[in-house]
């Protein structure tokens, strides 16, 4: 039974997930995003309307599409997944891996432009049209292609005059991530619009609590509150997760009960890898480019070189605390009006370049990990 709104400043719900093309690579990719610690979801006034929307009759998305958006992390694939598979039971498709298609919007472009090649569009188009619940995940990694945008734009159209329920996550407002065209915004906006947020206040310690019961921690709730109290307020599920393992660690190891010791380890793991290692980055950073880490450290001029050296240069700034004089020294002996230039212009190249976005986001991931 969930909490009523007066007993409890949080709700929580089990999470139901549809069945996917075994085969798909996108089902693959929607299975492990939508994994979580928790086979619920614990939502507080930070997420009372996704709570809300995710439990009502799913006839809410049936005539216009749904757009969640949220930062990395915050359960926006987990959620539209949820909705996707009460759609689907709702239609009698419960047990059907075909009646819910998932795809990233970059796979969809990249599905696109190899249909224009091969001039045999009209399958991919009635795979969109022909789904009976479609989900379009990480729409702002579709940026920057214009055609696929117009593409996706028709399509969501016509699901929507065919009352195709459509749902869609993104990590911003279409209409605020630069190179989306205002068409495709507009489609995705048309209907409900769901802002999503970490877990935060009174839902972070109930994850918190629950996290330490699925590993058999008995935490006081003293205990429970310096944890909280210790680490960043904008992290994910995943990352508390991890606060509890390093917790449950440190009891295993020195074979005692939960302490303040335990929980300042846990709080002292997850500072040490908010400052990461300009090694670490570049290793990163080039496996994802397919470079050697000598070749970001190098004078190269070579194009490719140039952009992976300037993404590292990026998340060097945004993960630790090295001046620009640093981080300049490390990649080439650079001085510090360079490396801001290659920030810069990398930062605005991210809002243009969706697979220079995607390595961006992988990188971060990684590096969170």
């Given at each position: 039974?969930?909490?009523?709104?007066?007993a409890?400043?949080t709700?929580t719900?089990?999470?139901e997930?549809p069945?996917?093309r075994?085969?798909?690579?996108d089902a693959?990719?929607?299975?492990q995003r939508?994994a979580?610690?928790?086979?619920f979801?614990?939502?507080g006034e930070?997420n009372r309307l996704?709570s809300f929307?995710?439990?009502s009759?799913?006839?809410?998305?049936m005539s216009q599409p749904?757009l969640?958006i949220?930062?990395?992390?915050?359960g926006?694939t987990?959620?539209v997944?949820?909705?996707a598979a009460?759609?689907?039971?709702s239609?009698s498709?419960?047990?059907?891996?075909?009646?819910v298609?998932?795809s990233?919007?970059s796979?969809?472009?990249?599905?696109?432009?190899e249909a224009?090649?091969?001039?045999?569009?009209?399958?991919?188009?009635e795979?969109?049209d022909?789904?009976a619940v479609l989900v379009i995940?990480?729409?702002?990694?579709?940026?920057?292609?214009?055609?696929a945008?117009?593409?996706l734009s028709?399509?969501?159209?016509?699901?929507?005059?065919a009352?195709?329920?459509?749902?869609?996550?993104?990590k911003?407002?279409?209409s605020e991530?630069?190179?989306i065209?205002?068409?495709?915004?507009s489609?995705?906006?048309?209907g409900?619009t769901?802002?999503?947020a970490y877990?935060?206040?009174?839902s972070?310690?109930t994850i918190?609590?629950?996290l330490?019961?699925?590993?058999g921690?008995e935490?006081?709730?003293d205990l429970?509150?310096?944890?909280d109290?210790?680490?960043?307020s904008?992290?994910?599920?995943l990352?508390?997760d991890?606060a509890?393992k390093?917790v449950d660690?440190?009891?295993r190891?020195?074979?005692?009960?939960?302490?303040?010791?335990?929980?300042q380890?846990?709080?002292?793991?997850?500072?040490?890898?908010?400052?990461i290692?300009?090694?670490?980055?570049?290793?990163?950073?080039a496996?994802?480019w397919?470079h050697?880490?000598k070749?970001l450290?190098?004078g190269s001029r070579?194009?490719s070189v140039?952009r992976a050296r300037s993404l590292?240069?990026?998340?060097?700034?945004?993960f630790t605390s090295?001046?620009?004089?640093?981080?300049?020294?490390?990649?080439?002996?650079r001085d510090?009006?360079?490396v801001?230039?290659?920030i810069?212009k990398?930062?605005?190249?991210l809002?243009?370049d969706?697979?220079?976005s995607?390595?961006?986001?992988e990188a971060?991931e990684?590096?969170?990990?």
């Amino acid at each position: 039974m969930n909490p009523s709104p007066a007993a409890s400043k949080t709700e929580t719900f089990p999470l139901e997930r549809p069945l996917l093309r075994q085969r798909s690579r996108d089902a693959k990719l929607a299975r492990q995003r939508a994994a979580a610690s928790l086979p619920f979801f614990i939502s507080g006034e930070e997420n009372r309307l996704a709570s809300f929307v995710a439990q009502s009759d799913p006839s809410i998305a049936m005539s216009q599409p749904i757009l969640m958006i949220g930062p990395t992390g915050c359960g926006k694939t987990a959620l539209v997944l949820h909705l996707a598979a009460r759609i689907a039971a709702s239609l009698s498709l419960g047990g059907d891996a075909t009646a819910v298609k998932y795809s990233l919007a970059s796979d969809f472009a990249r599905e696109y432009a190899e249909a224009v090649a091969a001039d045999d569009l009209p399958p991919l188009r009635e795979t969109i049209d022909d789904a009976a619940v479609l989900v379009i995940d990480d729409l702002d990694s579709i940026a920057g292609k214009k055609a696929a945008q117009d593409e996706l734009s028709n399509r969501i159209e016509r699901r929507i005059a065919a009352g195709k329920p459509t749902l869609i996550a993104s990590k911003r407002l279409p209409s605020e991530i630069r190179s989306i065209r205002p068409q495709l915004a507009s489609r995705c906006v048309i209907g409900l619009t769901i802002p999503i947020a970490y877990p935060a206040a009174e839902s972070r310690l109930t994850i918190l609590r629950e996290l330490a019961l699925l590993r058999g921690l008995e935490l006081s709730d003293d205990l429970i509150g310096l944890l909280d109290a210790g680490l960043r307020s904008d992290i994910s599920v995943l990352a508390l997760d991890s606060a509890i393992k390093q917790v449950d660690l440190f009891c295993r190891m020195n074979q005692s009960p939960p302490d303040v010791a335990a929980v300042q380890s846990a709080i002292n793991a997850a500072g040490q890898r908010s400052e990461i290692d300009l090694g670490q980055i570049t290793r990163i950073v080039a496996r994802i480019w397919g470079h050697r880490t000598k070749d970001l450290r190098s004078g190269s001029r070579k194009q490719s070189v140039v952009r992976a050296r300037s993404l590292a240069m990026l998340l060097a700034r945004k993960f630790t605390s090295s001046s620009l004089d640093k981080i300049g020294a490390y990649f080439g002996g650079r001085d510090h009006s360079t490396v801001l230039h290659a920030i810069r212009k990398t930062e605005t190249l991210l809002e243009q370049d969706a697979d220079l976005s995607r390595m961006m986001v992988e990188a971060t991931e990684k590096l969170a990990a």
